[in-house]
């Protein structure tokens, strides 16, 4: 039972009026007969008579009375049940107000019952011992009581290492607020030294395993190795920071967020990102920083493409492909660039990837369609189809929601039919042809295989009625449509 005030809730006490008549009353204090002859002749603790205290004490105050207070709560159970005083105010045990409303506390321990008024009884915590039954009560105040008996020792050795539960505690924070990930080995020999310091404290003194002097010479030792340690996990950190490639706390979240434990178990062998899990990781503020040197990378492959963006959540970046007063913009997969570039941005590679793939870029930005699509229109213009001689080609419309383009095919100057073309396979083989030749004279294969096809062509003069069917989504149209064969 944990209560909901601690020791020096008053930046002023060490023990407020209120502690020291529950102090008074437990067992836990009266392992120390000092510090109860103490609490006897005083009303509360200040810091200023502390002070005064014998350099033994002192440090009791500062580091087991805390612990003291801790016991001495937990022996103590509330009945939250009212008791009405109507004709007579009763005084409360613990801080002497008058209280119509009575409730009581018990200590298991010893016994002793005392009464408490309204808001006094608010400072126990009841939930941990309601609605146990007889043997977990029993195990419970053995627990209690065990606590109360390690008191001593636990004294005995801070008179030597004030403080030392602290510091264990600090080297568990301190490690856990660590700016990076350190590496396996790292972390293990650092958790190895807290364990040791655990083992020593609670497991060999307290249990009087050996004897006292090796225990705290092997304590000595072990903060000495920890130190150590720590000197060669900030090395760590400074040579990590350096190289840019370090493992964040941040960038951990990320994986683990994604189901990715395997990938974070193999960046934590070395405890920084190489160029063996590069690929795996494109955390925002990580890639962030990659970005100027993948845009150096790329300017080697296309001098014309350059990263301006990219979302986490879609796996894919944006490419800017600017050339002549052409500007497009471009999706690719994040994974696969760092694939590319991966020995590169590591200086182990060539710097001239040459598996860039190019099938793989992609185009969603609807400005950029547009452009490709008038692309598209003007190399059909330019372009005679092989197999079709006097056969001319024009794009009629496109519509990014339906995902087409429109086809109009002409024979010695007279319009005879249209096609309707998959608008997102067309634009990015455009695209993927684009990119890899500044030239751009021939029109994508893609195409030609569309246009060669006489089995999606259909009869001119149902092409008024197919463009008012998508631009009025009009269902009788549709389904007259439907009726004449046409999709």
């Not at 990580?286 to 993948?294: A, S, T, V």
């Not at 995902?403 to 024979?411: G, M, Q, W």
């Not at 634009?427 to 089995?455: G, H, K, M, W, Y």
Request: proline share 4%; hydrophobic share 40%; with cysteine.
């Amino acid at each position: 039972m944990s209560g909901q005030y601690g020791v020096r809730e008053s930046e002023n006490l060490y023990a407020t009026e209120q502690q020291r008549n529950l102090l008074l009353q437990s067992k836990a204090t009266q392992e120390f007969p000092w510090l109860v002859a103490l609490l006897k002749k005083q009303e509360n603790i200040p810091p200023k008579l502390v002070a005064t205290l014998p350099k033994d004490q002192q440090i009791f105050m500062e580091n087991t009375f805390p612990k003291v207070w801790k016991a001495a709560l937990a022996e103590w159970v509330a009945d939250l049940r009212c008791h009405d005083n109507v004709e007579v105010s009763v005084q409360c045990s613990l801080c002497n107000t008058a209280n119509k409303y009575i409730f009581f506390i018990y200590n298991r321990v010893n016994g002793i019952r005392m009464n408490v008024g309204s808001d006094c009884i608010h400072k126990f915590d009841i939930s941990n011992t309601l609605g146990l039954d007889r043997d977990q009560a029993q195990a419970h105040i053995r627990t209690i009581k065990s606590n109360i008996k390690n008191l001593t020792r636990l004294n005995e050795f801070f008179q030597y290492y004030p403080g030392a539960d602290i510091l264990i505690q600090t080297w568990i924070n301190e490690f856990r607020s660590l700016p990076i990930i350190v590496s396996n080995e790292l972390e293990a020999e650092h958790r190895n030294c807290i364990n040791i310091g655990r083992k020593l404290l609670f497991k060999d003194f307290l249990g009087k395993m050996r004897n006292d002097a090796i225990i705290l010479s092997e304590f000595q030792q072990n903060i000495e190795r920890r130190n150590a340690v720590w000197e060669k996990i900030q090395a760590f950190i400074r040579d990590s920071e350096m190289s840019g490639f370090s493992f964040t706390p941040r960038m951990r979240q990320w994986l683990q967020f994604r189901g990715r434990q395997q990938v974070v178990d193999k960046i934590m062998k070395y405890g920084q990102v190489t160029n063996a899990t590069i690929y795996e990781i494109w955390e925002p503020e990580f890639f962030n920083k990659l970005i100027p040197r993948l845009n150096r990378l790329l300017k080697r492959v296309n001098p014309n493409l350059a990263i301006i963006g990219f979302d986490d959540t879609k796996d894919k970046v944006t490419l800017q492909y600017v050339h002549s007063e052409l500007q497009l913009n471009v999706e690719y997969p994040i994974k696969k660039l760092l694939l590319t570039f991966g020995d590169d941005i590591f200086s182990r590679g060539n710097g001239y990837p040459s598996l860039f793939a190019y099938e793989r870029a992609s185009v969603t930005d609807e400005k950029s369609i547009d452009k490709i699509v008038g692309i598209i229109s003007e190399r059909l213009l330019l372009t005679q189809v092989p197999l079709k001689p006097n056969y001319t080609y024009r794009v009629d419309f496109h519509d990014i929601s339906f995902n087409e383009l429109i086809i109009v095919e002409a024979f010695n100057h007279t319009e005879n039919g249209f096609c309707p073309v998959k608008l997102d396979s067309l634009v990015n083989a455009t695209v993927q042809s684009l990119l890899r030749d500044q030239n751009f004279v021939l029109i994508d294969e893609a195409l030609l295989n569309t246009l060669r096809s006489p089995l999606v062509w259909q009869p001119i003069n149902e092409l008024y009625a197919y463009k008012n069917m998508r631009l009025t989504g009009e269902m009788d149209t549709q389904a007259e449509l439907r009726a004449r064969g046409i999709k």
